[in-house]
């Protein structure tokens, strides 16, 4: 098993893009539940906001298709992300998640909107 965080933030994207993918609260769960249905997709969660969208997935193989389902789910070009999303594994997947929980990584450090919700 593998944890792949993939995503967008305000470091790697224009707000004109991540305005396209952004996903309103109440579409929260729907989503998550698309991306839970990704074949080779274990458990998953999504983190949404004005400044960053992304998707956490235990997965059973590094292989499996979560750009794809970026791609499908917002209707964009695979070729309109690329340049813009990252994607880190296992450990550095855990350190990332940490660090915009607690606010670290975010356009004013200290906000608590990740975990103030």
């Known amino acids: 098993m ?3 965080l993939i995503g967008v933030n305000h470091k790697t994207a224009p707000i004109e893009l991540r305005e396209r993918i952004a996903i309103p609260r109440d579409e929260l769960p729907e989503a998550t539940r698309a991306l839970a249905a990704v074949p080779g997709v274990s458990e998953c969660m999504i983190v949404s906001t004005c400044n960053r969208v992304e998707m956490l997935a235990s997965v059973e193989s590094p292989d499996t298709d979560l750009k794809g389902f970026l791609h499908r789910h917002f209707g964009l070009d695979p070729s309109l992300l690329a340049a813009h999303i990252y994607e880190q ?3 550095d997947a855990v350190r990332h998640l940490f ?5 670290l990584d975010s356009m004013v450090v200290g906000e608590p909107q990740i975990l103030g919700r």
């Open 89 to 91: 594994h296992d450990r």
């Open 99 to 103: 660090r915009v929980a607690s606010s």
């Open 2 to 4: 593998t944890l792949v």
